[in-house]
């Protein structure tokens, strides 16, 4: 390994350190964007109407593990795209970190790992405010380490996902961008309902097959309550790899492309 090498991994551990700890010190409003929408729907769909009884017993334990998925890739997404808006718009600090001594590749990186770092830290504080708000939740813990990660994975995802969207779009339609994709991406990524069961409404079956996060949510759901109908894992865990390295690939092109202008 040649001394500009080192240099360059000593630097880019160096530029993601002090991402992370900048999240540390805005904690308390990092938690608030990350948490207060999935918390909101939860407490929704799987408390109130439940209570009420216009939901099945149990669809609180079939929801939870879909809010864990949904969090791991919005997440990561927002946290990818929106700060790269501003760098490359408003604050201009991108400059500061083109001028650090690794490649712009390495840039891009960077900034997809730590929207991915933050959308896995937001799904893992889930899972305790799950079980404390629903109860008992009977899940099948030998599926764990798939669980784990179907959400290491969707939160790669996002932050790829984010990368493109972030590079690609124009800081003055960021906006109209996000009002037009969020909502369909939240509602057709099978994190409020099991995909295999949409065989009567074959045409939003095939429209959630193209949402990354449904491969999240049917990952997480048939490793923690395999008795419930999902996709098999190994199609989850195919199309997230595909997907990771397919947007990761877009993201870097147009990162590359908004640097070098």
Not at 103 to 127: H, N
Not at 179 to 195: D, K, R
Request: some cysteine; overall charge positive; hydrophobic content about 55%.
């Amino acid at each position: 390994m040649t001394g500009t090498t080192q240099s360059s991994i000593r630097a880019f551990w160096a530029v993601l350190g002090r991402d992370v700890f900048v999240t540390g010190r805005e904690m308390p409003s990092f938690l608030a964007q990350v948490l207060v929408q999935p918390v909101a729907l939860l407490f929704i769909f799987g408390k109130v109407l439940g209570q009420l009884g216009y939901t099945q017993p149990g669809y609180a334990q079939i929801l939870l593990p879909g809010m864990i998925a949904l969090n791991s890739f919005l997440v990561a997404l927002q946290n990818t795209s929106f700060p790269l808006v501003l760098d490359f718009s408003f604050s201009r600090e991108i400059e500061d970190r083109l001028l650090a001594p690794l490649p712009i590749t390495w840039v891009a990186v960077e900034k997809m790992l730590f929207g991915a770092f933050r959308g896995l830290f937001a799904a893992l504080l889930m899972f305790p405010i799950g079980l404390l708000m629903l109860g008992n939740v009977a899940w099948d813990l030998s599926g764990l380490p798939f669980a784990v990660l179907c959400m290491v994975l969707g939160s790669l995802v996002g932050g790829a996902v984010g990368l493109t969207v972030g590079a690609a779009v124009p800081p003055r339609r960021i906006n109209i961008m996000f009002a037009v994709i969020l909502a369909p991406l939240i509602f057709t990524g099978a994190s409020q309902f099991p995909w295999a069961q949409l065989d009567q409404l074959r045409w939003f079956q095939v429209v959630c097959a193209f949402n990354p996060l449904t491969y999240v949510s049917e990952g997480m759901r048939g490793a923690l309550l395999p008795n419930v109908p999902h996709m098999a894992p190994w199609v989850c865990l195919l199309a997230l790899l595909g997907a990771c390295v397919i947007f990761g690939a877009l993201g870097i092109k147009f990162f590359l492309r908004r640097a070098l202008d």
